[in-house]
């Protein structure tokens, strides 16, 4: 009798471990389902994010050609990074194209922002920059020192190129501690690739 109740026990257990095992699994797949969804959305927003900004610059494109003015180009550019991005301040600047020009520069934000060496530096080599929560403290302050007594403290700049040189750049920027992501970074690269398209069409049309 006893060997027969060890066996019914035996076989509870055995039963109670496989249903433990299949309760894990189940979690596991539901994690996994959890993730491949929060991906999705992620990717899909996106893409909302990313049709937005060139469906704005196809219509940019479509004022100027009614009204030929490239301020008006650069004002509805950054003001669609204000707002796609949702920061404080956004910038523009065109590099001059001889000695006997200057640089174009529109910012929107603050009344004026002068950029640190180092940032010049980086994007006339074609490079990206993402740096968040400049402090004293921070090991590149040294290269961002300008911007933080201005009261900035996070920036993401990418370069404005035009066959293969860089002509300028476009930057956002924070006065309120930020943690820009890499998708920020992306977003910001679609809007300085398609703008300095147009730019250079614009500069062409408005010859």
């Known amino acids: 009798m006893n060997k027969i109740l060890d066996v019914i026990i035996g076989i509870m257990l ?6 433990g095992l299949r309760i894990r699994k189940r979690k596991r797949d539901l994690k996994d389902v ?19 900004i060139l469906e704005i610059l196809d219509n940019v494109t479509a004022e100027f050609v009614k009204e030929p003015n490239l301020e008006n180009i650069f004002n509805h550019i950054i003001d669609s990074v204000k ?13 001059p194209k001889d000695k006997d020009s200057t640089s174009f520069v529109l910012c929107k934000g603050v009344e004026q922002l002068k950029l640190d060496n180092y940032v010049y530096q980086k994007v006339s080599q074609g490079h990206s920059i993402l740096i968040n929560n400049i402090s004293p403290t921070h ?22 190129i035009s066959r293969s040189k860089v002509t300028g750049l476009i930057g956002i920027f924070t006065r309120s501690p930020y943690e820009f992501s890499g998708k920020e970074l992306r977003l910001l690269t679609i809007f300085s690739s398609q703008a300095s398209i147009i730019i250079e069409n614009a500069s062409l049309l408005e010859k």
């Open 139 to 160: 090991t590149e302050y040294s290269n961002y020192q300008t911007l933080y007594t201005q009261g900035i403290v996070s920036l993401n700049v990418a370069p404005l």
């Open 14 to 19: 055995i039963g109670l471990l496989v249903i």
């Open 34 to 52: 959890q993730i491949k969804y929060q991906k999705l959305l992620f990717y899909n927003e996106d893409l909302v994010q990313q049709a937005k």
């Open 83 to 95: 707002e796609i991005l949702k920061v404080e301040i956004s910038y523009i600047e065109l590099y």
